[in-house]
Each structure stands twice: as C-alpha cells, then as structure tokens.
C-alpha cells in the first residue's frame, strides 16, 4: 500500500515521503496512529504542490541571505573599550557585544550564536568575523575596536 508520510517512521522513511508499506503494517499502526495518510491522486498532487513551496521558500532565504552577506562584508563595526597598555582590553569584546553593537549602528539583527568568534577580541583594532547567515553562506563582518 502506497502512504505518504506525516511524520518520521524509523526504518520507513521520513515526513513527506511517498513509501511502500505494507498493507496490515498501514492498516493498523500507521494511518490509526496518524503517522501516514493514504497516498490517493489527490493527496500526491497536494505533496508535490508542498514540496514546491517549500523549495520556493528555501530559494527565496537564501537569496536574502545573499543580500545580507553583500551588506554585512561592506559594513565596518566599532565598538568602544577601555583599553590600557600596548593596545589590550580591560576585559574583551564578545559576540554579544558585536550583535548589540550591529543592531544599534546599521540596525541589522543577527542572533549572537550565529557569530564565529574563535577567541573574544582582547586588543584595539580591525578584526574579520565570520558570521553564518544561511546554512552555507558565511559573510565576513569587519569589527573595529577603538579605544573610550
């Protein structure tokens, strides 16, 4: 019997997909438990219908994120710090304080986790940071440290 997946089946297969299963096994655990639905004309053609939403969507992020990379790699962030001897910091520079100091000069909100910082930022100047807008863009983001 062929069903559409509604949700993830260990060893069928995963939400959205179109399988064989066998009869007694659709019949009595999967469309009772709401795990599947029948696979009629109508249902296929609505899957697909779906299917193609969805991948407009995706195509659409990530064109956005395209956009964003493009600004975020013209963009110079500068955060003030105290700083004493030799150029270091009184403490450092996080990633919260890079995505605190983007929305309030270039009013762009970026979640902190998605900044790439291997170490905080210890001393005064131009550091590049990698921040990953979309699964597989990544934008370098200039962060100047200037000193209060």
Known sequence: MKVILLDNVKGLGKKGDLVNAKDGHARNYLLPKKLAKEATDGNVKQLKEQKKAKNLKKQEEKENALQLKE???????????????????????????????????????????????????K??????????????????????????
């Open 71 to 121: 600004k975020l790699s013209e963009i110079i962030v500068k955060i003030k710090s105290k700083a004493g001897e030799e150029g270091k910091l009184f403490g450092s520079v996080t990633t919260k304080d890079i995505a605190t100091a983007l929305r309030k000069q270039e009013n762009i909100k970026i979640d902190k986790r998605k900044i790439v910082l291997d170490n905080n930022i």
């Open 123 to 148: 001393t005064l100047g131009t550091t590049i940071v990698k921040v990953k807008v979309y699964p597989e863009v990544t934008a370098d983001l200039k962060v100047q440290v200037v000193e209060q």
